[in-house]
């Protein structure tokens, strides 16, 4: 819950881009991290976020890599449990971060999501949220049973048109990152 809302944080801050070409001939390399257990494909050489907190019942890690390129976002993270994992464990993880989404973006245009579908053998969701002014952002979120996942990218509502007079396509950018994120859990 809290790397959304850093992540939330991050999108639409006014941090200064990575840029990489105008035309965006983006530049796509394998990332991994085995202390959060995740790997993917990023344009942009993330930056760690690392959190720990609480002891009781155990200590809660958080693992958080972003990057940006072309003021498009991306961010990866990881986050075990508070308590045992249990039934509700799924249940109480995704309505965590749909909450999340639906509150902290303002005016939502439109919030999509497809459920019931595995990802590396784990329940997942995807999201796809459009953001009054036309910002993007897709979402997939993993629970096994020692961790939540998240890969997440999006655009700011200022940038979708740069984008288009770019010919960015960012359905095919969000699918290529997406698509390549795998959960290297031991």
Request: aromatic share 14%.
């Amino acid at each position: 819950m809290k790397n959304i809302l850093i992540f939330l944080l991050f999108i639409f801050s006014t941090a200064s881009c990575q840029a990489q070409k105008s035309d965006l001939n983006l530049q796509w390399k394998e990332f991994e991290s085995k202390e959060s257990g995740m790997k993917v494909s990023l344009p942009c050489e993330p930056k760690k976020y690392f959190k720990s907190f609480q002891d009781e019942p155990r200590p809660i890690h958080v693992y958080d890599f972003s990057c940006e390129v072309e003021r498009i976002k991306f961010l990866i993270s990881s986050k075990n449990y508070m308590d045992d994992f249990n039934k509700n464990s799924f249940k109480q993880t995704f309505e965590a971060n749909e909450s999340i989404l639906k509150t902290m973006f303002g005016a939502i245009e439109s919030f999509n999501e497809k459920k019931d579908f595995l990802t590396n053998g784990f329940t997942s969701k995807y999201y796809e949220v459009k953001v009054k002014g036309s910002g993007k952002i897709n979402l997939l979120v993993i629970v096994s049973e020692n961790r939540s996942y998240e890969a997440m990218v999006g655009i700011t509502p200022d940038n979708d048109k740069r984008l288009k007079d770019l010919k960015v396509n960012f359905e095919e950018i969000s699918k290529k990152f997406i698509d390549s994120f795998q959960i290297i859990e031991k």
